[in-house]
């Protein structure tokens, strides 16, 4: 059982910047594909970024590109959300999931490739 657990959300302005956080249990963290999604209400969950097991390799969604940073660290078994020039439309709770078995980053995108998720750290921008 791996335990996945976000922190860092809040209330910001448009324009402002928040980092998220999240910690996954388990001594392979350093295997574990990352990922970060978001759903705002009424909204279906969307792909926000993952993050490859190395940490050398990131994809965004095109609404995020630019704006927001996924980062990790293998030793600390965490994965960050670094989110900037935040926009009222980034609003949501987001979210992080990890996948554990090895797979094919090509499904990166897909809610259904990670099979262990966090409760949801809630994401507030004001206009």
């Known amino acids: 059982q791996v335990h996945v657990v976000e922190s860092g959300g809040g209330l910001v302005q448009a324009g402002g910047s928040l980092r998220l956080s999240c910690t996954a249990s388990g001594r392979t963290f350093s295997r574990y594909t990352m990922g970060w999604f978001r759903q705002a209400p009424g909204k279906e969950r969307e792909f926000v970024a993952a993050?490859?097991?190395?940490?050398?390799?990131?994809d965004y969604a095109d609404s995020v590109k630019g704006r927001f940073t996924i980062s990790r660290d293998n030793v600390e078994n965490t994965v960050y959300l670094q989110m900037n020039s935040l926009k009222p439309e980034d609003t949501g709770v987001y979210y992080c999931a990890a996948r554990t078995a090895a797979g094919f980053w090509y499904l990166r995108n897909d809610a259904n490739y990670y099979n262990y998720w966090g409760q949801g750290t809630q994401v507030t921008v004001s206009s």
């Open positions: 993050i490859i097991v190395s940490g050398s390799t990131t």
